[in-house]
């Protein structure tokens, strides 16, 4: 059988340039799906990557204790927070604070070992997930040696800094089998470190357990209180120094726990301030107090301020401002009858909106008082810019255990004066006390010395016989003006 070479010419080539496409179409194809899996992989790496430091982020560290989780590899979990961070970030500005969580970051990879990873969560907060352990004594042995090497300063434009931390430890799976509870049991370790040293480690143990519970439970407990209407106040005076014919009450917030019977603020207001409870309380109390002085008023009593504290955590939020105005102005009072007491310390990156919020309160008859008085160049800057009325300061200042000159207690009354502030004395428990109080300037004083904290009927009762408490007011006054001529 012969074939024609010239007719089969056609068919080869045909068959050849198919396959020049099919081979161009795949080699197109392979390079345009490389590409994408390129970008998916970037894109993934952003999405797991802090982009500061170029660590692993909070949602890769939530995958990795997934993953181990899964296998049933033991492994500890470290949350650690920078103290003092933003004191450097203000003193230094933000460029050192970024050059300094970098500089973290290398040393985390340079000196953890192969079995530990850290990961940066936002701020100055990072975690450590040490895997391969058997026993606590792997995880310390780490955490022995990280201790170690963050107490060399780390040099950040020419500045030498020390690292102050705290680390809080929870164990997969003897503390929890849930990463949440995990994560939220380093956490309370953590904070309790915080609280109890710094610069060192804690393990959750079933005591933090516990407290974590309770705080959970305090939690219910607040919210119910709050509907059951089971918080009230007491009152406990400040003394006029200059004029004692005025007297001032300090509001003082109280919670009538039906099994724990009658707890001062401090045993709940830090707790109801991360619940945004705080914002409720502070307009609750804010309207017994007017309904109260009105009431005094009605009676006859006059000359009288009430303080509120305040938690200036919210001062800064509009609507919260506006609902405090509308409480003062519908009482109809009079300027300077009621005080707002700031109970934290004031931020000065919040400046601007302090200004027009603090105008705000006094355009409505409200004075301003600061709860928290600090020496340095920020506070002082915060106390000459904003509209404030009066600082309050601990006699803490003048205690024996401060072991201060005498001249100093004085001095920061009379700064306080150059800044046009009137000053309020707390904590006064002794005679010795309340004698260098009046004899340093101060312009009202308050204690236990003088009047215990009281419920409102006993106020009323201040108020009917303050003819007689006033005698003797002034006679400790004067006496303490001679003590100090002679």
């Known amino acids: 059988m012969n074939f024609n070479s010239e007719l089969l010419l056609p068919i080869f080539t045909k068959i050849f340039e198919s396959a020049i496409f099919i081979l161009i179409g795949m080699l197109v194809y392979r390079l345009l799906t490389l590409g994408r899996l390129k970008e998916d992989k970037s894109v993934k790496k952003q999405a797991f990557t802090d982009q500061l430091t170029g660590r692993g982020n909070r949602y890769l560290l939530f995958s990795v204790m997934d993953k181990l989780i899964k296998k049933k590899k033991k492994f500890a979990v470290c949350f650690m927070d920078l103290d003092g961070f933003k004191q450097i970030n203000d003193s230094m500005g933000h460029d050192a604070g970024d050059k300094l969580l970098i500089a973290l970051s290398n040393l985390f990879e340079e000196k953890l070992p192969k079995n530990a990873t850290a990961y940066r969560l936002g701020g100055d907060e990072f975690a450590i997930i040490i895997k391969d352990i058997n026993t606590t ?268 000159k005498s001249e100093v207690f004085p001095d920061i009354i009379k700064l306080a004066h150059d800044l046009k502030l009137k000053v309020v004395v707390g904590r006064i428990d002794d005679d010795k006390k309340l004698v260098k109080t009046i004899n340093s300037g101060a312009d009202k004083i308050q204690g236990d010395f003088l009047f215990k904290k009281m419920e409102q009927e006993l106020a009323e009762e201040v108020l009917n016989n303050y003819g007689t408490y006033r005698l003797r007011i002034d006679d400790i006054i004067l006496n303490a003006e001679n003590t100090n001529k002679k």
Request: net charge negative.
């Open 137 to 404: 004594e792997d995880v310390t042995n780490v955490l022995d040696h990280l201790k170690e090497d963050l107490s060399v300063p780390i040099s950040i434009d020419h500045s030498n800094i020390v690292l102050e931390y705290s680390l809080g430890v929870s164990i997969y799976p003897e503390d929890a089998e849930d990463r949440q509870q995990l994560i939220m049991y380093a956490d309370d370790a953590m904070y309790y470190i915080k609280e109890h040293g710094k610069n060192s480690y804690y393990f959750h143990n079933k005591t933090l357990k516990a407290r974590l519970e309770n705080k959970t439970k305090m939690e219910m407990d607040l919210r119910k209180a709050y509907d059951n209407g089971e918080f009230g106040i007491c009152l406990q005076p400040r003394i006029n120094v200059k004029d004692t014919s005025k007297i001032c009450f300090e509001t003082l917030l109280y919670w009538n726990h039906p099994t724990l019977g009658k707890l001062p603020s401090s045993y709940f207001i830090s707790q109801a301030e991360e619940m945004a409870l705080i914002i409720k309380l502070d307009q609750y109390v804010l309207n017994l107090v007017c309904d109260k002085l009105n009431e005094f008023k009605e009676k006859g009593f006059k000359n009288i301020q009430i303080a509120v504290n305040i938690s200036n955590k919210h001062v800064s939020k509009e609507a919260f401002v506006d609902r405090l105005c509308e409480i003062i102005s519908s009482h109809h009072l009079e300027a300077g009858e009621v005080q707002l007491e700031l109970v934290n310390p004031l931020e000065m990156k919040n400046m601007e909106s302090y200004r027009k919020m603090f105008e705000k309160l006094k355009q409505n008859g409200a004075e301003i008082i600061i709860n928290s008085f600090e020496i340095k160049y920020e506070s002082l800057q915060l106390l000459n810019m904003l509209s404030i009325d009066e600082i309050k300061i601990s006699s803490e200042f003048i205690s024996d255990e401060a072991n201060f």
